[in-house]
């Protein structure tokens, strides 16, 4: 763990507010997640994505260097943050603002279980609400085996304790 958490304070959600995080700390969060063919499919299709490469293990098998379905890399994203709101933003976010260098340098696959981590990179005071201010959270995802699968910085405005 990098850096000195002010712990002492959470919202009754678990969330933290911005006075707590402390740039260069590093979250290694607890929940871990095995995907599966399920997720892959539900999520691909209630997003309307046909991507054969997702959802069709022929297609697959017969037509692809993997040989089976990759898990479809926005359920990743989705999951890395996920992971994340327990230990960090839950009841204490008022809103994300962006996510920006989104990377997936290696695939996700049915089966394979994900664990995150969370870093602190910036944080400043709200420029237009005194009751509020915005972190910067560098979120990484990685496989049962230590590889990187994920990652992507992301900006949240998050409640202060006091407003």
Known sequence: ???????????????????????????????TRTVTQMD????????LNPQPLHIDAHFCATETEW???LVNSI???????????AETTNGTTIGNLGMTDVRFPA????????RCTTEIMNKRESK????AGIVEFKHR????????????TRQAFMK???A
């Open 67 to 69: 040989g089976k379905p």
């Open 141 to 152: 995802a990685y496989k049962q085996d230590g590889t990187l699968v994920a990652e992507c």
């Open 107 to 114: 695939p996700v696959f049915e089966g394979d279980s994900i």
């Open 128 to 131: 237009s609400r005194p009751d």
């Open 160 to 162: 202060k304790r006091d």
């Open 40 to 47: 892959n499919m539900l999520f691909s299709n209630m997003t």
């Open 1 to 31: 763990m990098n850096g000195t958490m002010d712990a002492g304070v959470r919202s009754p959600r678990g969330g933290l507010y911005f006075e707590s995080f402390v740039v260069g700390h590093v979250f290694n969060h607890a929940l």
């Open 75 to 85: 359920f990743t994203l989705g999951l890395m943050i996920g992971i994340s709101v």
